[in-house]
C-alpha cells in the first residue's frame, strides 16, 4: 500500500518546466524515486489523451507503470493497457485537475520489449472505449537514465 502511495504523491505534483527530456520521455526525480512518462496528444484537439507513466523506487528498484487519463473517464471498468498480446488492467487510484492516475496493482509487463502500448478506457457516457496508442521506443534509456539519476541522489 505505501508503495503506491508514494508513486500516487510523486505523481500529484504537475511536472516541472525543468524536467529533463531523453528521446521524447520526461523524466521527474525525487530523492526516493523517479518517474518516466510520456504524453500522447488527440491530432483533432490538441488535448491530452494519455500519459503512459512508469516510476521507479529508489528502495526497492521497483518498477510500478500506469497512466493518467483525463478526467471523465468512467471509473469503471478502469483502463486496459495492451502490450501486443498482453493486456493488464490499471486501477483507478485518484483524480487531480490533470487527469486520474490508475495504476497496474501486478506489474507483469516487460515495457522495454514492447514497441507501444494501447491505452483503452471508456469516455464518461461513451457507449464504446477509446483507445489511444503510445509508442514506447526509447523508454529503455529514459529508464537507464531514471535509475542513473537514482543512484546519484
Known amino acids: 500500500m505505501f508503495k503506491y502511495l508514494s508513486v500516487l504523491s510523486f505523481l500529484s505534483l504537475a511536472f516541472p518546466v525543468h524536467a529533463q527530456m531523453v528521446e521524447d520521455w520526461q523524466i521527474n526525480c525525487s530523492e526516493s524515486s523517479c518517474t518516466v512518462a510520456r ?3 488527440a491530432s483533432e484537439t ?3 489523451s494519455a500519459t503512459f507513466f512508469a ?3 529508489k528502495a526497492t528498484d521497483t518498477t ?3 497512466v493518467i487519463a483525463p478526467l471523465g473517464v468512467a471509473l ?3 483502463v486496459r493497457l495492451v502490450f501486443g498480446d ?3 488492467i490499471a486501477e483507478m487510484s485518484v483524480c487531480f485537475p490533470d487527469g486520474c492516475r490508475a495504476i497496474v496493482k501486478e506489474n507483469a509487463v ?3 520489449k514492447s514497441e507501444s502500448v494501447d491505452v483503452r478506457y471508456f469516455p464518461f457516457g461513451s457507449k464504446g472505449p477509446l483507445a489511444v496508442l503510445v509508442a514506447l521506443d526509447g523508454i529503455e534509456n529514459a529508464l537507464d537514465e531514471a ?3 537514482l543512484g546519484e541522489n
Open 46 to 48: 490538441g488535448q491530452r
Open 55 to 57: 516510476a521507479i523506487e
Open 64 to 66: 510500478t507503470i500506469g
Open 39 to 41: 504524453t500522447a496528444i
Open 110 to 112: 516487460d515495457v522495454t
Open 86 to 88: 498482453t493486456s493488464v
Open 147 to 149: 535509475r542513473k539519476q
Open 76 to 78: 469503471e471498468p478502469g
